[in-house]
T-cell receptor, first 114, second 114 residues
Framework: KAGVTQTPRYLIKTRGQQVTLSCSPISGHRSVSWYQQTPGQGLQFLFEYFSETQRNKGNFPGRFSGRQFSNSRSEMNVSTLELGDSALYLC?????????????FGDGTRLSIL | AQKVTQAQTEISVVEKEDVTLDCVYE???????LFWYKQPPSGELVFLIR??????QNEISGRYSWNFQKSTSSFNFTITASQVVDSAVYFC???????????FGTGTRLQVFP
């Protein structure tokens, strides 16, 4: 069974640009969550999508947005990139939504802002 | 407020030593779940265990064991007879039924030397 797939693995952008990251969940999983990992702030929850609806959101500015498609694949978009957005962005999927669901993570997309 | 504290930033051991990773959590909710994840250098977070707040039974899985104590709000993780392949960053995480947001600790980097 294929795991969570994130593309691209690495990305370099400059300040002010925008970026879209993609996540394909494990087959059959309907919930997708996104996390940002930085050395300073650690792992922080961005948002969760379930059945194409944003179900939960962390404390990030509106420049961070996402969506989920009918096949459960998800994309995350960051607009007007800032240097501080440099991070490893991790996507996780679970069978369904709910606090008891173990999440299965992808390898992440490492985003570097110049 | 919810919080997970992993006071040990980095631990170094020699192969075959036992090592315990500490995790202390804070939550006002009575229903919550605790998780441990392993992050090898590749970046992917690997799910290790889930424990709900009503189940204080300790668990053993091969060389891994977990000690959950509600009285001290701790969920410690012990690796017995450590191996070089255990080298990774280990994260403890908490999600409460009411918030549904997975909160991670800052992680403990474990280095096992041959």
């Amino acid at each position: 069974k294929a795991g969570v797939t994130q593309t691209p693995r690495y990305l370099i952008k400059t300040r002010g640009q925008q970026v879209t990251l993609s996540c394909s969940p494990i087959s059959g999983h309907r919930s997708v969550s996104w996390y940002q990992q930085t050395p300073g702030q650690g792992l922080q929850f961005l948002f969760e999508y379930f059945s194409e609806t944003q179900r939960n959101k962390g404390n990030f500015p509106g420049r961070f947005s996402g969506r989920q498609f009918s096949n459960s694949r998800s994309e995350m978009n960051v607009s007007t990139l800032e240097l501080g957005d440099s991070a490893l962005y991790l996507c996780a999927s679970s069978l369904t939504t709910g606090s008891n669901q173990p999440q299965h993570f992808g390898d992440g997309t490492r985003l570097s802002i110049l | 407020a919810q919080k997970v504290t992993q006071a040990q930033t980095e631990i170094s051991v020699v192969e075959k030593e036992d090592v315990t990773l500490d995790c202390v959590y804070e939550t006002r909710d009575t229903t919550y779940y605790l998780f441990w994840y392993k992050q090898p250098p590749s970046g992917e977070l690997v799910f290790l265990i889930r424990r709900n707040s009503f189940d204080e039974q300790n668990e053993i899985s091969g060389r891994y064991s977990w000690n959950f104590q509600k009285s001290t709000s701790s969920f410690n993780f012990t690796i017995t007879a450590s191996q070089v392949v255990d080298s990774a960053v280990y994260f403890c995480a908490l999600v409460s039924y009411n918030t549904d947001k997975l909160i991670f600790g800052t992680g403990t980097r474990l280095q096992v030397f041959p």
